[in-house]
Nanobody, 126 residues
Framework: QVQLVESGGGLVQAGGSLRLSCAAS????????MGWFRQAPEKEREFVGG????????VYANSVKGRFTFFRDTDKNTVYLQMNSLKPEETAVYHC???????????????????WGQGTQVTVSS
């Protein structure tokens, strides 16, 4: 069992930055991949990116490449999502998720993730 708690959301002006945190507890993350998804009201859930905990390998959605970056702190069991140059259309609830993955594959399919945080609201104003 893994518990995930997101934090760091808030209101930011277009072009601004936020750093989201996802703190994990309950189980080691050594064989897990961590994914980030976002969902705006009445829109489909969207894959943002993912990171392999053990090696730090990352995958980003094309829409965020060059602007979003994952970091991890192994001592704190925390993954950070640094979001720069935010756009109003990126207003959404952001969730972190986790899944066991011995092969270290980062999937974009939200149904493949077993554990989810409660979400944190990101609002980008224009």
């Amino acid at each position: 069992q893994v518990q995930l708690v997101e934090s760091g959301g808030g209101l930011v002006q277009a072009g601004g930055s936020l750093r989201l945190s996802c703190a994990a507890s309950g189980r080691t993350l050594g064989r897990y991949v961590m994914g980030w998804f976002r969902q705006a009201p009445e829109k489909e859930r969207e894959f943002v990116g993912g990171i392999i905990w053990s090696g730090g390998n990352t995958v980003y959605a094309n829409s965020v490449k060059g602007r979003f970056t994952f970091f991890r702190d192994t001592d704190k069991n925390t993954v950070y999502l640094q979001m720069n140059s935010l756009k109003p259309e990126e207003t959404a609830v952001y969730h972190c998720a986790a899944r066991a993955s011995t092969l270290g594959v980062i999937t974009t399919d939200s149904s493949r993730y077993d554990y989810w945080g409660q979400g944190t609201q990101v609002t980008v104003s224009s």
